[in-house]
């Protein structure tokens, strides 16, 4: 019932060399750093033997058969290698029974069932009762998310870990050391180049167990030489891998100079240069989630308002690549560029947010102008946190002349929208804005109340309020209705309004307006 899988610590050279390469020990074990790093949490458990059930999660080839094997081999236990694919209930009943037999013995036995989620829920419940009792310390492998997969049951007595895809740098690492290690092929003398071992670890997509194969496919094929050692070329590696080797460094100049042209040939609106440097990156193995980030930077920086679907695009992009994976997001991230390459440009968002930043590091401690401080305490209040605030929402048009700057930059504009795509409307209304805040700005500053029928209406708009003198013009004949102007002016514009005011209905409208400023 024991099978084959990655890393294999058998001495058979005729084994399949992924099996070879097999580790025994944590120290050769490459990846899961977040589990199995120094103080971190699967090593605590492993150092103080207190193994119990649990689930790994991952891709194909990352290594989890292999750490349950190392689980086993340092806990001193039995270790059960049970397949999912080929096993059905008669062989877990017979495992378990050998199991129950062992643990009255003294004996731990440790099951792992391979691609768990291929039970059914029936198998699964079979289990059950000898994880309960301790017969077994069960270690399950997926590649699918086990809340869906693992019947809730038997989910709650495992513990999940996520093992990730291995980086291209610890695929490198297990190339190089497979080349010089006895169980690999350290007797064969291998000549191969470094660039060639990061093609392959990048061509392996993080699966170690692809990686290795590939490595034995191109050192079989590879130049035997006279003295019995073994040249890989470039040519060999490409044959093995099915795609031509291109010029491309991850971390190199090639790798900024490509992302270069594809941004610059998107901003010059040219989709099929941007396809091609696209393809480019793809195709010599450039995480695809990279290059999504890039155009997620793009659509704000170079089209920005003058549309702004862009950025959905380009989100939109981003996430179908965690969906999808290459090769199948490759027409993703083409349909973002294409969109991106056509879309109307504008840089103003990129520009204003760099004249705001200069000014912000210029300007670091520059004070936030009272009127639009929070006062939320007395404390706060009496330090005229809020004072002069003039709620938008209040106004006929929702716009206020009130100063939200500090007084160093007031007349500052980092905004400046232009006239491409769906900007051009942007830029209409935004000097819709300033010219009804210019006209507001001519006018008394204060608050106006309205009281009719003792409900109370507030506003910063003086024509709203004489719009409303003239909607309530019988009511007001009757004295039902008395509209005022509160301000340091207020008596005086009372008086003009009104021959003969009532001190304590300009009291009461004062103190209405007064409450109604320190409540927002």
Sequence with gaps: MEQLSLFGNSSDLTAPLASRMRPDSLENYIGQKHLLGEGKVLRLILERDQVSSMIFWGPPGVGKTTLARIIAHHTKAAFVDFSAVTSGIKEIKEIMKQAEN???????????????????????DAFLPFVEKGSIVLIGATTENPSFEVNSALLSRCKVFVLEALKKEDL????????????GFGNMHVSMERSLIEVIAAFANGDARTALNTLEMAVLNGEMQSDGSVIVTGQTVEQCIGKKTLLYDKNGEEHYNLISALHKSMRNSDPNAAVYWLARMLEAGEDPLYVARRLVRFASEDIGMADSQALMVAVSAYQACHFNGMPECDVN????????????????????????????????????????????????????YGEGYQYAHDTEEKITNMQCLPDSVKDRKYYEPTTQGAEEAVKTKLEEINEKKQKLKKRPDGRYACRYHNQWF??????????????????????????YFVSEYAEKWVDRAYPNPNPRTLEAVKRHVRILSNAI
Excluded: W
Excluded at 352 to 378: F, H, S
């Design 102 to 124: 062992d643990r009255m013995m003294g004996m731990k036995t440790i099951v792992f069932v391979d691609e768990i989620h291929r039970f059914n829920k029936a198998q699964q």
């Design 458 to 483: 507030y506003s910063y708009d003086h024509d709203e309020c004489l719009r409303l003198r003239e909607k309530y013009k019988e009511a007001e004949k009757r004295g039902r209705i008395a509209v």
């Design 172 to 183: 490198a690492e297990l190339l190089e050391r497979t080349l010089t290690d006895k169980k």
């Design 333 to 384: 991230l083409t349909h973002a560029v294409v969109y991106l390459s056509m879309a109307p440009k504008s840089n103003a968002l990129y520009v204003g947010y760099g004249k705001a930043r200069e000014d912000a590091a210029n300007m670091l401690n520059e004070p936030v102008p009272l009127q639009i401080r929070n006062g939320v305490t007395g404390l706060m209040r009496d330090l005229h």
